[in-house]
């Protein structure tokens, strides 16, 4: 784990702005084949939220990912605010790339996995990469590259059975991923700190039927296609294989008897690809789904200790490791599951990860983004501009027409009455006709899918041209809808009083109107706002683009202008009131707030601040050096100015004279070295100096010319045998 606790900012060109110095909270999800989610916490008056997080900006984590900042949900708690930041993996920019239309392909047969994968990669311009470490079937493809990018992605992922791991905007391919050999293990007093632990046989299948495009199956099929214990248990059932061909369209699971009783022997299932044509391919298909529902889902969510951030022998988990659980109290006695989903807290030691163990893939994000992607284009396919485009509903209803000639239909009449029409191929699908009305079914009549009866028609769906009407009414009272010949309307029941109407000239009136899309050619907005993705004003005199980037020819503000950043051309003007005023965001730079001036050099260190401190009544500069240590300021307070050295001081003139102006007075203590200066510089003085040196002249002089007698008596230094010696004798000059 990255030692520094913290993470990397970038802009939505990926340059970097920053480090995040205020964030907490961090969490990252994780789950198999869909949330790559990374989200926290910053404080509203933090410079992270004022400066470095932008929508559609990035971050990067301590793995090396980006994340792209999606949402900030700003909350206030009292005096607090707070800032929420979600951000997704730039995995998910694929959703942003739609798919040429000549790029769709209808049908495709014994297709390699890469050559859809290079398809996707193509149409994102190369951006997005894949690497497949894995072989993989040849499967054929039906009614692929319709949508989006990630759409197409998640095709591929289900076709192929094949799991993913983004490495940025290199997605790397595998059949599993993760760890399959080393079993990262989960234990009671190593480990876990709590868990929870669910067995669920809902889903239990042990006979699993078939049927592919246009209702087909393998029956007929040799049997030499399937496993020795497929066979083996479909020999028991008398007539499910006839002169070597299989002549049901079923599976049976191993656990049959296991699972099974007197009252339900079987448990059903369907697996229905209408993407495969050959009954080889169904079947491997069949048997992969049967694997998967044998076994009762098993779900485990464990919060357990990140030991790895302690002890460096230790091995963080990763997603779709194989690991084992155990905790007997629990009744987990040595369970074989997968990391399904992982939520980890990586900047923080006293929060631990919490883990999902299955034996099933959960429902993934990615489905739900591609199929409500693929669902909302083929709304948009079968209603254009307002209408209703027939040729597609008809495209439909001809196709329909197919699959009821091509079924070998059987009918049946039962002793409860009625008529069952029963598909040969697969039992499942039937249809009753009774004194009731008319039923659907594609389980063997356990749900029903569509019914006609004397209160009207259900359905899930109803595919096809409907035929003229005069008026249609759904509800009741005032909270209706209805179609007639003033138009369309709803709210109330009275057509010119409905909240939302749309009569035959075209024209709408609606309370609040949501469109993903408009074009309008003329337009008044009275009492409201204009929020959309684009303005364009007097030819482009005044634009607004999709990115909130604004141009006017020119301009006149009353109130305040708010900024992050003012880039090109120049400012002019009498006044400026901002919070911050930065000549660069790194690097040599100026820096103006209200609390002063502060200059950087190039490495960022503060090399000058300029302000006041209003609480000692003084305002000044201070001087830094190269590691932003003061080393001295210049300062004014009431009638003084202060020059403070923080170690010494030098006053220097490369040309010219230092001047002092004004009475000079030096502390008691001071002293002054390396002075050099004659008595006749000091102005002022001379008239005493010149007397004072007149009197140190006649001193010297009288001194010079001083002579006097000495006397000294006769003495043989205590020797009688010296001669006596003595008398007076003159000195002479110095």
């Known amino acids: 784990m990255n030692k520094n606790p913290t993470m990397q900012v970038f802009d939505k060109n990926f340059k970097r702005t920053g480090t995040l110095i205020d964030a907490y909270g961090i969490e990252r999800r994780r789950k198999l084949n869909s949330d790559y989610e990374l989200s926290f916490l910053v404080p509203m008056t933090s410079e992270d939220y004022r400066e470095k997080l932008q929508i559609k900006g990035h971050v990067r984590d301590e793995r090396g990912q980006y994340y792209v900042i999606n949402t900030r949900q700003r909350r206030r708690d009292k005096k607090v605010l707070t800032a929420q930041i979600t951000c997704t993996h730039v995995m998910f920019k694929l959703n942003d790339y739609k798919v040429p239309y000549d790029e769709y392909i209808d049908e495709a ?6 050559t859809l994968l290079n398809k996707i990669s193509s149409w ?7 690497q497949v470490h894995d072989t993989f079937d040849l499967w054929d493809i039906k009614d692929f590259g319709r949508t989006t990018a990630l759409a197409a992605l998640n095709q591929v992922i289900k076709v192929y059975g094949a799991e993913i791991r983004p490495d ?27 868990d929870s632990f669910k067995d ?5 299948v042990t006979r699993m039927y078939a049927q592919m495009k246009d209702g087909r199956t393998w029956v007929g099929m040799s049997a030499d296609n399937l496993t020795a214990e497929e066979r083996s248990l479909l020999q028991s059932v008398p007539g499910a294989i006839q002169n070597g061909q299989v002549r049901v369209n079923y599976l049976l699971s191993p656990y049959v008897n296991y699972w099974g009783s007197d009252s339900v022997p079987y448990f059903d299932g369907e697996n229905v690809q209408q993407d495969i044509e050959d009954p080889v391919e169904l079947l491997r298909s069949t048997r992969e789904e049967l694997r998967k529902k044998e076994m009762p889902e098993i779900e485990m969510s464990i919060s357990a200790a990140d030991l790895h951030k302690i002890d460096r022998d230790e091995r963080p988990p990763d997603l779709g490791d194989a690991a084992v659980a155990y905790d007997p109290k629990m009744e987990i006695n040595r369970i074989a599951l997968r990391i399904v989903e992982l939520v980890e807290y990586p900047y923080s030691k006293d929060q631990h990860s919490k883990v999902t163990l299955a034996n099933f893939a959960l429902k993934d994000d990615i489905d739900l983004i591609a199929d409500l992607e693929r669902s909302r284009k083929v709304m948009d396919n079968l209603l254009s501009g307002g209408r209703i485009r027939t040729e597609v509903f008809e495209s439909f209803a001809r196709q329909a027409i197919v699959d009821i000639n091509n079924s ?25 006709l009774t004194a009731g009305g008319l039923g659907v079914s594609t389980d063997g009549w356990r749900t029903v899918r569509a019914a006609i009866t004397a209160d009207g028609v259900i359905a899930e769906r109803i595919v096809g041209q409907l035929g003229n009407f005069v008026s249609i009414l759904i509800g009741s009272g005032n909270n209706v809808t209805q179609i007639n010949t003033n138009g369309i309307a709803a709210g109330h029941a009275n057509f010119n009083s409905a909240p939302f109407r749309v009569d035959m000239q075209g024209n709408v009136t609606a309370n609040r109107l949501t469109a993903n899309s408009a074009n309008i050619f003329s337009s008044n907005f009275t009492n409201g706002a204009i929020v959309g993705s684009s303005i364009n004003i007097g030819n482009g005199q005044f634009t607004v683009d999709t990115a909130g980037n604004m141009y006017a020819g020119n301009g006149r503000f009353r109130g305040n202008i708010e900024a992050s950043i003012i880039t090109g051309g120049r400012i002019n003007g009498t006044e400026i009131v901002g919070a911050s005023i930065k000549t660069a965001l790194t690097g040599e730079r100026i820096e103006l707030d209200p609390f002063g001036f502060v200059f950087y050099d190039s490495l960022n260190a503060r090399r000058v601040t300029l302000g006041t401190n209003p609480s000692a009544n003084i305002s000044g500069h201070t001087y830094y050096n190269a590691w932003s240590q003061s080393q001295g300021l210049i300062y004014a307070s009431d009638y003084e100015l202060h020059v403070i050295g923080t170690n010494s001081i030098r006053i220097g003139a490369n040309a010219g004279t230092i001047s002092l102006q004004g009475a000079v007075h030096f502390n008691n203590g001071s002293s002054v070295t390396g002075l050099v200066i004659s008595i006749g510089q000091i102005s002022g003085l001379r008239g005493q100096l010149d007397s004072l040196q007149s009197q140190i002249d006649a001193l010297r002089n009288t001194f010079n010319s001083h002579t006097h007698s000495v006397n000294i008596g006769t003495h043989n230094h205590g020797n009688n045998q010296n001669q006596n010696w003595g008398g007076t004798f003159p000195t002479s000059r110095p």
């Open 109 to 114: 047969y014994g297709i390699h996995i890469s």
């Open 124 to 130: 994102t311009g190369g951006r997005f990469t894949f």
């Open 168 to 194: 940025n905007f290199v997605i790397h391919v595998h059949k599993k991923i993760g760890s399959q050999a080393d079993r990262y293990e989960y234990r009671t007093k190593k480990n876990i700190i709590s």
């Open 200 to 204: 669920d046989g809902t889903s239990l």
């Open 408 to 432: 070998k239909t059987e009918l049946i009449y039962p002793p409860e009455g009625g008529i069952l029409a029963q598909e040969k191929g697969n039992p499942l699908r039937q249809v009753r």
